[in-house]
């Protein structure tokens, strides 16, 4: 559901828009209106006698590593019928306008950056700086990495939901005391609902493409912990692994639920790589301006009880989605797609 700062920020890109000598009107549906569901907030764009109609789609802050959860939850359903998405956010790079363009995701944020294409219309402007109110404003936010950290633990074990909170906290890893503005937060906003005294998860596609988002922004950085060079990196199938210890995520794991994907970057979740592996495949540190046969080193964020779905050796399939998500490949986006349709798409319905 919008909440007030983003019906402010649709009316700030608004008026950035209308600053290129377009015509902007904003009409809102209340969710009684929309029939139940999320409140929409509907942007009509015109120049001439050329139109587009839009919902807005606000997400405040988007980022190379988040982009990919953003446009895969913003793209459209195989028989969707309504009005074209239109990321409205709070600024824009020149790097990430031009990404949005190649994934043909229109867009529109605070400054005046844009990019609306509709037959004969066509609006692009990248470059504009972020005004000193937006900075204050991203200042000022907070994300809520115990939130993340909760969902996950629900997305992997769905009988946790209604587990007491101390069974919660020990398979996310968080503290107890924190659980019960998590758990108000999450029901607030209907992730969780209570039925028969018994709380449910209201899973959906958007919610774990939300979650995906998040955790690029706020919690995947907080992960790496090394980075290293492999002679043996086209072995890596053959090392030595201990699910116990260290467990493939990101495309390596998804190459083993697909063997026609070949990785571009090994991700491995553990606490540390086995000093017999360093040895045995020559791995040493990467410098900061290498790309090519690197292995990262994320250390885990759940807890020891947390029950994984899936093979052991991979990490569960919403953190793979994640993390093939963030790479801003379209080649892993393709991927994490088909990783949805297969592993998720049950759990996480496209409603």
């Given at each position: 559901?919008?909440?007030?700062?983003?019906?402010?920020?649709?009316?700030?890109?608004?008026?950035a828009?209308r600053g290129?000598?377009?015509?902007?009107?904003v009409?809102?549906?209340?969710?009684?209106?929309?029939?139940g569901?999320?409140?929409?907030?509907?942007?009509?764009?015109?120049?001439?006698?050329?139109?587009?109609?839009y919902t807005?789609?606000v997400?405040?802050?988007?980022?190379?590593e988040s982009?990919g959860a953003?446009?895969t939850?913003?793209?459209?359903?195989?028989?969707?019928?309504?009005?074209?998405?239109?990321?409205?956010?709070d600024?824009?790079?020149?790097?990430?306008?031009d990404?949005?363009?190649?994934?043909?995701?229109?867009?529109?944020?605070a400054?005046?950056?844009?990019?609306?294409?509709?037959?004969?219309?066509?609006?692009?402007?990248?470059?504009?700086?972020?005004?000193?109110?937006q900075l204050?404003l991203?200042?000022?936010?907070?994300?809520p990495?115990?939130?993340?950290?909760?969902?996950?633990?629900?997305?992997?074990?769905?009988?946790?939901?209604?587990?007491?909170?101390?069974m919660?906290?020990?398979?996310?890893?968080?503290?107890?005391?924190?659980?019960?503005?998590?758990?108000?937060?999450?029901?607030?906003?209907?992730?969780l609902?209570v039925?028969?005294?018994?709380?449910?998860?209201?899973?959906?596609?958007?919610l774990?493409?939300?979650?995906?988002q998040?955790?690029?922004?706020?919690?995947?950085?907080k992960?790496?912990?090394?980075r290293?060079?492999?002679?043996?990196?086209?072995?890596w199938?053959?090392w030595p692994l201990?699910p116990?210890?260290?467990r493939?995520?990101?495309?390596?794991?998804a190459?083993?639920?697909?063997?026609?994907?070949?990785?571009g970057?090994?991700?491995?979740?553990?606490?540390?790589?086995?000093?017999?592996?360093?040895?045995?495949?020559h791995?040493?540190l990467?410098?900061?301006?290498a790309?090519e046969?690197l292995?990262?080193l994320?250390?885990?964020?759940?807890?020891?009880?947390?029950?994984?779905?899936?093979?052991?050796?991979?990490v569960?399939?919403?953190?793979?989605?994640?993390?093939?998500?963030?790479?801003?490949?379209a080649?892993?986006?393709?991927?994490?797609q088909?990783?949805?349709?297969?592993?998720?798409?049950?759990r996480?319905?496209?409603?």
């Amino acid at each position: 559901m919008f909440q007030q700062d983003d019906t402010s920020l649709v009316h700030r890109a608004a008026q950035a828009l209308r600053g290129h000598g377009l015509t902007v009107t904003v009409d809102s549906l209340l969710p009684a209106e929309a029939g139940g569901g999320r409140a929409t907030t509907w942007l009509r764009v015109s120049k001439d006698r050329k139109r587009i109609d839009y919902t807005a789609e606000v997400k405040r802050r988007v980022t190379l590593e988040s982009l990919g959860a953003v446009v895969t939850q913003l793209k459209p359903p195989a028989d969707a019928g309504q009005a074209a998405a239109l990321l409205v956010t709070d600024h824009v790079t020149p790097q990430l306008a031009d990404r949005l363009r190649r994934h043909e995701q229109q867009f529109a944020d605070a400054a005046g950056n844009a990019y609306l294409e509709s037959g004969a219309l066509l609006v692009y402007v990248t470059g504009r700086k972020r005004q000193q109110r937006q900075l204050a404003l991203r200042a000022s936010k907070a994300f809520p990495t115990t939130r993340l950290k909760v969902l996950f633990a629900f997305f992997c074990d769905p009988e946790l939901v209604a587990a007491p909170y101390r069974m919660i906290a020990a398979a996310a890893d968080v503290a107890l005391g924190a659980l019960p503005a998590v758990v108000a937060d999450l029901q607030q906003d209907g992730s969780l609902v209570v039925a028969a005294r018994r709380r449910h998860l209201n899973a959906s596609k958007r919610l774990l493409d939300e979650w995906a988002q998040a955790y690029a922004l706020a919690l995947r950085g907080k992960t790496l912990t090394g980075r290293y060079l492999a002679q043996g990196f086209d072995g890596w199938r053959e090392w030595p692994l201990n699910p116990e210890h260290a467990r493939w995520g990101g495309e390596p794991a998804a190459a083993l639920l697909d063997d026609d994907f070949q990785p571009g970057m090994l991700t491995v979740y553990g606490d540390r790589l086995p000093a017999r592996l360093i040895a045995r495949e020559h791995l040493e540190l990467a410098g900061p301006l290498a790309y090519e046969h690197l292995v990262e080193l994320r250390k885990p964020f759940w807890g020891a009880t947390l029950r994984s779905p899936g093979p052991s050796r991979v990490v569960p399939p919403a953190l793979i989605y994640a993390d093939l998500l963030a790479t801003g490949s379209a080649r892993c986006f393709a991927v994490a797609q088909a990783i949805y349709d297969s592993r998720l798409a049950a759990r996480f319905p496209a409603i």
